[in-house]
């Protein structure tokens, strides 16, 4: 298998970025739900350790997705009429979108509640901002409305994926595959 | 009241230089006492936003007493949730223990306008020895400043009690320094 993308297959290093990415958004999101959900304690810190840990890994890999991106080819995209083709486009470019907002207005609200960051415990992040009650709330309200859109393009984009593959039997899904 | 003029009355009469003893008081709005804890070793800065300080110098400028009375419940770290959580029982407990006092009468010159206030700080319903060390800077008759820095242990007030007491997360040792302006208090006479 080639590590770059074709016109009809997606090479191994934008899929090992894809599927590896999906993992952590999986575990991401349980994380964010659960570590708000504590009441402070030296758990809740803890887990929101591995949050904005495992947070800001989705954001350099992502990265590295788009400069991969840019760089090459992509697989063309499959005959089917044009509204699914702008539907599948669009969810790709926001699910993109969000995964720049959700990480830095995560670091935002971070900032701005005067929490230092130390991924993994052992990275430190600079703060982007000063201590400030109304940026904080205001980077966490975009922070949760990010996660809410996110979880609704999920539904769309894998319900999409289960369609090609189970109903339309074509290989869309496979060409994403090992 | 009356015992204090009896007092004076009798120092004076024994010759004490009561007179030429100089009380300084801490401006609020130029005075600052900052804290930091620590997170995963990185500082969180904090303020108490009220407190004041009272020194009084003798004839020679040399410290006779120091006092400071902090508001705990002006503790401000920059953030509300956090303000908040800093109040609990488990923390400061503010709504028990709202003030803190640091009085010495204790001094000792380290040179250069350096000087080790040993005093006793009443903090969380604790009292204990701690060593201050300060820069004491007369920049006319009438204004002055303290500046310094010190390292507590939260530990020795029960500061972060229960999970928090291991100083895993947040560490043990808190960093205090301020820069108290000072002007001359007003003889009361
Ligand atoms: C079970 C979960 C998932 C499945 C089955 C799945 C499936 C797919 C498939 C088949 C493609 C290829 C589309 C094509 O070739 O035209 C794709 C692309 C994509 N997926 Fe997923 N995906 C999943 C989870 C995720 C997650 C969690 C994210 C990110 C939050 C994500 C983001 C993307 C993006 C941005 C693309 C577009 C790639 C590009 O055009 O550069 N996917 N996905
Ligand atoms: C990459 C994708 C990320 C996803 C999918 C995600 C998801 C979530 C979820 C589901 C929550 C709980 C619901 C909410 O209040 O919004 C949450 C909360 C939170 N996340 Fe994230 N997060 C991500 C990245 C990050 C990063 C990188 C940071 C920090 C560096 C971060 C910091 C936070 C904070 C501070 C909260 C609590 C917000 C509050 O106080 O309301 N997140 N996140």
Known sequence: MDMSNTSEQWGWLSKILHWLTAVLIFIQIPLGFYAESLKLSPLKMDIFVWHKSVGMLVFLLLILRLLWRIKGTIPDTVNASRIPQYLAQGAHYLLYGLMILLPISGWITSSAANIPIKLFWLIPLPALVGPDDAVKSLAAEVHEISVCVLLAVLVLHIGAALRHHLLLRDNILKRMWF | ?189
């Open chain 2, 1 to 189: 009241m009356k015992t204090i003029s009896y007092a004076a009355a009798l120092l004076c009469l024994l010759g004490f230089p009561v007179a030429s003893a100089t009380d300084w008081q801490s401006d609020p709005a130029n005075s600052h006492l900052n804290f930091a804890p620590s997170y995963e070793g990185m500082p969180i800065n904090g303020a108490f936003k009220e407190f004041s300080t009272s020194y009084q110098t003798d004839s020679q400028g040399q410290p006779n007493r120091l006092i400071v009375n902090i508001a705990i419940t002006s503790a401000d770290m920059g953030n509300s949730d956090l303000n908040e959580a800093i109040g609990a029982i488990d923390w400061f407990n503010i709504s028990d223990f709202p003030e803190a006092q640091f009085i010495s009468e204790e001094f000792s010159d380290s040179g250069k306008e350096t000087f080790l206030a040993r005093g006793t700080l009443q903090l969380k319903g604790f009292k204990k020895i701690v060593t201050v060390p300060f820069r004491w800077q007369v920049l006319s008759d009438s204004s002055a400043s303290m500046t310094g820095e010190l390292v507590l242990s939260r530990s020795d007030f029960s500061i972060g009690s229960g999970e928090w007491a291991s100083g895993e997360q947040i560490g043990v040792a808190v960093k205090v320094w301020f820069d108290v302006a000072f002007t001359t208090k007003k003889p009361n006479l």
